[in-house]
């Protein structure tokens, strides 16, 4: 526990939910991508219906897609980066994906906060801010 200015105890806020800090990102790709970048969130995590779910299955949809792909220069590597909320970790579809991605030459990252997402985006060269 916490104590607010008037020394009274308060619970600790819990950690962002993902879909906000997906936001974030977002927002932030959409500010501050650098020139020649490309990126994109691959919806793959709704509740769908099963006729849905087996439509999108069996037009490619893959399980454990990384939430954010990117393309870059000088010739457009893929980067993938996985976001889970603080405290937890990939799961083994989500593994899978990103060693596949590695494997074929691509950069890959996964993190748990927005800060590390910014920090990852920076070193990677996709986005113009200063941490």
């Known amino acids: ?14 950690p962002a939910l993902e879909f906000a800090v997906h936001c974030m990102i977002a ?6 991508l650098q020139p020649g970048w490309v990126w994109w969130h691959t ?6 219906n099963r006729a849905t779910a087996g439509r999108l299955k069996r037009m490619g949809v893959h399980p454990g ?7 870059g220069p000088p010739a457009g590597q893929l980067h993938a980066l996985e976001l ?9 579809a989500q593994i899978a994906f990103l060693d596949a991605v590695k494997g074929a030459g691509g950069r890959v990252d996964w993190v748990d906060s ?18």
């Open 1 to 14: 526990m916490t104590k607010d200015l008037f020394g009274h105890r308060i619970a600790r806020r819990p």
């Open 27 to 32: 927002d932030t790709l959409r500010l501050a």
């Open 43 to 48: 919806p793959n995590g709704e509740l769908r």
């Open 65 to 71: 897609v990384a939430d954010f792909l990117l393309t």
């Open 84 to 92: 889970k909320r603080r405290g937890l970790k990939p799961t083994e």
């Open 114 to 131: 927005f800060d590390a997402a910014v920090a990852v985006l920076k070193a990677w060269g996709a986005v113009r801010i200063k941490l």
